[in-house]
């Protein structure tokens, strides 16, 4: 029976040494002693040891399990040999027979007392290697996503994310396990890249490249190309991109474009001197943060765009208001006088007074047409339809007609005017001497304006020929009046814009006439500048470039009048039309040509136009373009058509308030033979007159 139940128990003994054998998991049959009396091929397989020839249990803890570790779990198999506890589990890392670490969960029982009477018990270990890998990555990933809540967080706060990269930097190179990080910003003024925040290196380190030019360095190149550079493995590297860096001691190293809107704001890069190379994680996280810290420049940009913007309209519209202001101003002081010297004018019997006060409201209607013409120039300006004439002209008589016009009111304050023109100056030039006289005539207006003692010199010079065969043309205005302080210097050039705009300011103006005549000069290929000091006079000084005219200029002349019959009106024997809807202007007209000997009849609208002229024989037709049923344009083509079949074409003078380029042109386009535009001078009405007159062909009266 004995016999019998030892065989028994032997081959229970065998049969849970095979199955210890087969287990699938590392499992191992100990003694007391330490003696591994049974393992699994799995657990063979982890450790590297050979069936047979398997060390002591302890042997196996010394070799490939922490000391720490491999104390306490000595300690528990103690315990569980003296029967202290049953079974214990414990957590600990081994080293593997491949070198790698591995992380099991050890649990041991113990089971009883082989058939030679000697404790036993079997240990069991679960590999949770691929399970804590995932929860710290799993924790990593969530303090990943943190890391880029916070940093956006505290960019899209920032008044200024500038400052505040470098703090966010620093905690995401911790969080990298990197040495150094480099933010450049992208100067646009010098063209490259400035350090605005780093850290890992010493101060002057960090002052040897405060400036990086674009295309040096990999920050400089990443710049340039607008992409992202990754240098590993830098000691062992021939790419000459990672000189500087490799002089740091970084041996991995990653640089990110900052980009907006397909526009590079600068860099950010991160370096380890302890690896030679990234995990894709760490680089998806530094595109991520230099993501956030680009959109966030970005926004922190376009608020201050939109901040300055908002003060510049501000400005403006302030600007415009005292503008608004100064031109109701200038606008009601001299119609004041019109309206005002009418009045008197109606009261006063005496014809001598009379006539002194219609001259002087005269005076005070031109005053009115230039400031409108100031204001139409400028709408020419900002619609982009402000044109140039190119006709010969003579540059003296020119230079004259500026100095007449000025003359009056330097007499009367007692100044005197001095015209320099520099010797072998020619001219016949060919250019827009209109504009050029504008410019002249607003400059020594100015001059004379603003000075009480002394006077005004002009002076005129010649410069470099063009290739063109133009030449430079030098003008400049120097008076002795009260100067311009520096600070206000910015303020001359500019539309609605004075020295002086407040309420008590001792000299009048629109505040127009020096950003027209900049525009001007510019436009005739020259520059516009201003010299002197508070109190020390001024000088206004501009370039122009003319044509030059070979001989004489053939100044254009108005044709030849018809031959009036000795001691008869201009206008005997003519019969005109007069198309006009007002009846202020129909009577002003009808009474300056009716004086000169001229029948006049007139048309209210268009549409009756047409129709007089088809009843009577006129000589011509002053037909006003904007009219009711039947505009000017309408009328005239009416009539043109009209002509085709009766053999002749009848003069007609267009007459207009609209006075840009591009209304003369539409004009002649619609048939019309000339242009004058409102408020009418009446001495060049009658010039065109008498010069459409006096070129009218067969067929005409």
Same mark, same amino acid.
């Given at each position: ?10 081959g ?14 590392p ?21 590297g ?5 398997i060390p ?21 198999m ?8 049953n ?5 600990f ?41 995932g ?22 706060q ?22 150094v990080?480099f ?8 063209g ?16 040897a490249?405060?400036r ?9 190149c ?5 992409c992202r ?12 991109r ?26 950010l ?12 994680d ?22 201050e ?9 501000e400005?403006a519209?302030n600007t ?6 100064n ?11 019109v309206?005002?010297?009418?009045d ?8 001598a ?26 709408a ?10 190119n ?6 008589a ?17 100044l ?7 010797? =072998?100056?020619?001219?016949? $030039?060919?250019? *827009?001497?209109?504009?050029?006289r &504008? @410019? /002249?005539?607003n400059?020594? +207006?100015?001059?004379?304006k ?10 005129v ?69 201003i010299?002197g ?8 000084s ?22 009036a019959q ?6 005997? =024997?003519?019969?005109?039309? $007069?198309?006009? *809807?007002?009846?202020?202007?129909? &009577? @002003? /007209?009808?009474?300056?040509? +009716? ?9 209210e ?11 009577s ?20 083509r ?12 009848l003069?007609?003078l ?16 619609a ?11 009446f ?13 009218a ?5």
């Open positions: 029976m004995r016999r019998q139940i030892e065989a028994e128990l032997r229970r003994e065998e049969q849970f040494r095979r199955a210890i054998e087969e287990a699938p998991i499992v191992v049959m100990l003694t007391q002693d330490g003696e591994v009396l049974q393992a699994s091929r799995s657990w063979l397989e982890v450790t040891f050979v069936a047979g020839k002591t249990f302890d042997k196996w803890l010394e070799a490939q399990v922490a000391r720490q570790a491999a104390e306490t779990i000595t300690a528990r103690r315990e569980l040999f003296h029967q202290e506890r079974s214990f589990t414990t957590d890392r081994i080293t593997g027979s491949d070198g790698c670490p591995r992380h099991w969960t050890f649990s041991t029982s113990f089971l009883g007392r082989l058939q030679d009477s000697r404790p036993f018990a079997v240990g069991m270990g679960v590999d949770i290697t691929e399970r804590e890998e929860e710290a990555a799993l924790k990593r990933s969530n303090q990943r996503l943190d890391l880029l809540a916070d940093t956006a967080s505290r960019l899209l920032s008044k200024d994310p500038r400052q505040l990269a470098d703090t966010l930097c620093r905690e995401v190179m911790t969080f990298l396990d990197c040495d990080f933010n450049f910003l992208m100067d646009e003024e010098e490259g890249l400035k350090l605005n925040a780093c850290a890992g290196i010493g101060e002057e380190q960090a002052a490249i405060e990086l030019p674009l295309g040096v360095a990999i920050c400089g990443a710049a340039r190309d607008g550079i990754v240098a590993e493995n830098i000691p062992d590297s021939q790419d000459a990672a000189d500087l860096v490799r002089s740091l001691g970084i041996q991995a190293y990653a640089c990110h474009p900052l980009m907006s809107q397909g526009q590079v704001l600068g860099t890069s991160f370096g380890t001197r302890s690896r030679n190379s990234f995990s894709d760490e680089l998806s996280l530094m595109k991520a943060v230099a993501d956030q810290v680009a959109i966030a420049m970005e926004r922190n940009r376009m608020e765009t939109l901040r300055q913007a908002k003060q510049a309209a400005a519209s415009k208001s005292r503008f608004v202001a031109m109701s101003h200038e606008l009601r002081t001299p119609m004041t006088g309206l005002g010297m009418l008197l004018a109606l009261l006063t019997p005496d014809a007074e009379r006539a002194d006060y219609i001259q002087t409201a005269q005076r005070s209607s031109r005053s009115l047409l230039r400031i409108l013409n100031d204001i139409l120039d400028l020419k300006v900002e619609a982009g339809k402000f044109s140039l004439d006709r010969p002209f003579g540059l003296r020119c230079l004259a007609q500026a100095v007449d016009i000025v003359m009056p009111e330097v007499k009367r304050k007692g005197h005017l001095t015209l320099q023109v520099a010797e =072998g100056l020619p001219d016949h $030039v060919q250019g *827009d001497q209109v504009r050029l &504008q @410019v /002249l005539t400059l020594v +207006g100015n001059a004379v603003f000075t009480e003692r002394g006077g005004v010199t002009i002076s010079g010649a410069g470099e020929e063009g290739a063109d065969g133009s030449l430079e043309f030098r003008f400049s205005v120097r008076d002795t009046g009260i100067g311009i302080p520096q600070d206000k210097r910015h303020l001359l050039f500019n539309s609605f814009s004075q020295v002086d705009d407040s309420n008590t300011r001792s000299y009048g103006g629109t505040g127009l006439g020096l950003a027209i005549s900049k525009e001007i000069v510019e436009r005739m290929g020259g520059s516009i500048a010299e000091e508070a109190g020390a006079g001024s000088c206004f501009f370039t122009v470039r003319l044509g030059l005219v070979q001989g004489e200029a053939e100044l254009p002349s108005a044709p030849p009048r018809a031959p000795p001691g008869s009106p201009a206008g005997a =024997g003519r019969h005109l039309l $007069v198309a006009e *809807d007002d009846p202020t202007i129909r &009577q @002003v /007209l009808g009474n300056m040509l +009716g004086r000169l000997g001229y029948q006049v009849e007139f048309a609208d268009g549409a009756q136009a047409v129709a007089k002229w088809r009843q024989d006129f000589d011509m037709i002053i037909m006003d373009v904007q009219m009711p049923l039947l505009d000017g344009f309408e009328a005239t009416s009539i043109r058509e009209q002509e085709v079949h009766q053999g002749r074409r003069p007609i267009a007459m207009t308030a609209h006075a840009m380029k591009q209304d003369e042109e539409r004009c002649i386009a048939g019309m033979d000339d242009y004058i535009s409102k408020p009418i001078d001495r060049e009405c009658l010039e065109k007159i008498g010069a459409l007159l006096g070129s062909g067969p067929g005409c009266r």
